[in-house]
């Protein structure tokens, strides 16, 4: 990548160089992308069967000799008829699972302790859709060549050469007991045998337990540069939650056009408007029966000081110039606050100028 270019990317916010955010990891675990390395799950399964292997030995070489001997002693004198043999088969299936099961009980909790330790619990369906895009030729043939590919490619080398030269180094070290098995007993021959697959198995499940853990490193690096995300990509995940600033703005400022026509909708119910006379303009309405104090119940500068001087006139509610009363209620008092009690005598002055005016009383 030239300099310019990662100039330009910079400039432009493409370069996803930020870490991901809550929500980019939150949509991709929905989606099954996590870090998770199959090969952790398979030197577990791997370990946990020869592990089952030593602990349960017995116990499995007790039920397999009381097949072979049920076979010899009974089955072979049987009468075959087909309820005979559906009832030797359902037997022997029994006996065959309560063989196995202790292995496959153990290799099955291990398997999903280690699922459960890699990516925790997650149940996602995302995987088992069918994609089309999937079938396209001139793609695939790209992810042959792809970086992913190389090192998968290099992964099942290293396995193959690793397991090559553990399964090499422990036959040519019992060399002599391989040349000298025509001469075992069968007890001998097993006993070989089993200890030859335990020791290859313990070996072979170490040596892919390491590689599977620097397999899971690596998954996770990819994982997470796979996340990355640009400046403006966190821009945008912005801009999405909370919602576009622009579009923000309309509604505050429809919010302001609905908040000034309900004030101005007030104007016509005030006793009096006080004015500047021109810069400020303040609405008070007093009802003594409802109200403790004069409310404000619609005030403003410059132009909408303007329309509420006009509205006034226009529904004949009375307008009274006073600037340091105007400035003071504008400055001090907000829609539908009540008049602050140092302005009660100037109110109520003004107040009962206007009902003398009215020739009404309160």
Do not use: C
Request: charged fraction near 25%; aromatic fraction near 10%.
């Amino acid at each position: 990548m030239s300099y310019r270019y990662r100039l330009d990317l910079q400039l432009f916010g493409g370069e996803k160089t930020e870490k991901a955010t809550p929500k980019k990891r939150g949509d991709a675990r929905r989606k099954g992308q996590v870090a998770r390395s199959a090969e952790l799950g398979s030197a577990i399964v791997l370990l946990a069967g020869v592990l089952s292997l030593v602990m349960f030995g017995g116990y499995i070489k007790e039920r397999f000799m009381k097949l072979f001997m049920d076979v010899f002693v009974n089955r072979l004198t049987m009468e075959v008829t087909p309820n005979n043999v559906m009832g030797m088969l359902s037997h022997y299936a029994v006996q065959i699972l309560l063989l196995l099961a202790p292995m496959l009980l153990l290799t099955f909790i291990l398997a999903f302790i280690t699922g459960i330790a890699q990516v925790g619990f997650m149940f996602n369906g995302t995987g088992l859709t069918p994609k089309l895009g999937k079938l396209n030729p001139i793609s695939g043939f790209k992810n042959i060549f792809s970086m992913r590919a190389l090192v998968e490619l290099f992964k099942s080398l290293l396995k193959l050469g690793v397991i090559g030269y553990l399964v090499f180094s422990v036959l040519w070290g019992r060399k002599d007991e391989l040349a000298d098995l025509a001469h075992f007993s069968a007890e001998q021959t097993f006993r070989f045998a089993s200890g030859i697959t335990i020791n290859l198995g313990i070996r072979i499940g170490a040596a892919l337990l390491v590689l599977a853990a620097l397999d899971f490193m690596y998954q996770r690096y990819e994982h997470e540069k796979s996340l990355r995300m640009s400046k403006q990509d966190i821009k945008d995940e912005y801009k999405n939650m909370e919602g576009d600033p622009l579009i923000k703005g309309k509604i505050r400022e429809r919010q302001r056009r609905m908040a000034m026509q309900r004030m101005m909708q007030e104007v016509p119910k005030a006793d009096v408007i006080i004015t500047n006379p021109t810069h400020f303009a303040v609405a008070l309405k007093y009802e003594g029966s409802s109200m403790d104090a004069p409310q404000v119940i619609a005030k403003g500068q410059d132009y909408i000081a303007l329309r509420i001087r006009e509205i006034a006139r226009q529904n004949g509610v009375t307008t009274m110039e006073n600037k340091p009363l105007a400035r003071a209620l504008f400055q001090r008092a907000e829609i539908g606050d009540s008049v602050p009690a140092d302005l009660f005598q100037a109110v109520a002055e003004v107040l009962a100028y206007v009902y003398k005016l009215k020739g009404r009383t309160r």
